[in-house]
């Protein structure tokens, strides 16, 4: 019968609910589906690959997304454009009871703000907010490394990515899982920085965690 419909009226294409999802990244959702049900190696291979390079991807996209919204709210704040930078919002999910209504906007308690530079600071807290908030992504299993195309792969990680990325940590960031707190990683000297990134191209080249990060 669905074959009989795709013939007459051809096929339709699925509708992505996340504007950042591509049909690309639809049509590769739905051949992992298809290798989910495959109960043998092969399937399993397949469907962790797919399942994989569809997390990446859906990453990389949400990323750009955002941060290509959020620059556009910035820019309607730094021009006193507060109705645009509320439409705009809207589209990051922010909540229709929350937004400006006729005047003003509420806060968080449900407070009418109509003064001009306490709204604006809502708008800040709001959109400091979406950049903090947690965003734990879903279980990735690792590939190995034989399984992996030669362009999905990445370069080595550098002791100056490594160290670039302490510096430019938030102090008195929240500790994640391991409880281990950002300002002790900026404690670490130079001979803590190799010990770090050598223990993260260990991970990242051979594709096994180590236990305690797991636990």
Known sequence: MLDTISDLVGKVEKIARKPWVTQEMMSKMEERRKWKNVNNEEGRRKYRRLRNELKRATDRAKKEYLEKICNEIMEFQRTGRYDLMY????????????????????DSQ???????RQVLKIWENYISELYDRPNRPETLEV???????????????????VEKAIKEMRKGKATGDDDVPGDVLKLLG???LKTLTKLMNIIYESGEWLKDFTE
Request: proline share 4%.
């Open 87 to 106: 439409m705009k919002t809207k589209e990051l999910g922010w909540k229709e009871n929350h937004g400006i209504q006729n005047v003003g906007i509420e």
């Open 110 to 116: 449900g407070n009418r703000i109509v003064d001009q």
């Open 143 to 161: 590939e190995p490394e034989e399984e992996v195309d030669t362009d999905e792969k990445g370069p080595y990680i550098l002791q100056s990515e």
């Open 190 to 192: 130079e001979g803590g």
